[in-house]
């Protein structure tokens, strides 16, 4: 079985965007797509079970997460 997730965040400006993209980039390995469009984050995960992919997706998002509040302090 292959599932996949899309997701989209619009920040306020083009700089915090492409500032989470790379703090969260380095992390995408096989399962997670990412990119910057404009002022919008967009990811695809992809898995191989819906246990797989609620993992990869919590792991994703506590990523984003934290690169956010380590862009908005400076």
């Not at 997730?5 to 997670?32: H, P, Q």
Request: hydrophobic share 40%; with cysteine.
């Amino acid at each position: 079985m292959k599932i996949q997730c899309r997701i989209e965040i619009k920040y306020n400006d083009r700089k915090k965007a492409n500032m989470v993209l790379r703090s969260i980039k380095v992390d995408d390995f096989d399962f997670v797509e990412s990119k910057t469009c404009g002022t919008k984050l967009k990811a695809i995960i992809n898995s191989g079970s819906i246990s797989s992919l609620i993992h990869t997706l919590d792991d994703y998002l506590a990523c984003i997460s934290v690169a956010e509040k380590i862009v908005d302090k400076n």
